[in-house]
């Protein structure tokens, strides 16, 4: 082992004080995660609702009508 990689027992234990903070904040985490799950749920029930318009041909009868 080189000198210099190597530490006393004191310089470990002067550095190994570390004090780490982390704060959760769980009320934001699940109502964006409950917003993303209803934006989720929206985009795919009016995607599978305007497939459904385009094979009835809703679309087609309602263009005809605005002109």
């Given amino acids: ?9 004191d310089d470990c234990e002067k550095q190994a004080c570390v004090n780490v903070n982390v704060n959760v904040d769980v009320p934001k985490i ?12 929206g985009i795919i029930f009016g995607t599978n609702l305007y497939k459904k318009m385009l094979e ?12």
């Fill in 1 to 9: 082992m080189s000198k210099h990689n190597y530490c006393s027992p």
């Fill in 30 to 41: 699940v109502k964006y995660s409950c917003m993303t799950g209803v934006l989720i749920v």
């Fill in 56 to 67: 009835n041909g809703f679309l087609d009868i309602f263009h005809k009508q605005e002109k």
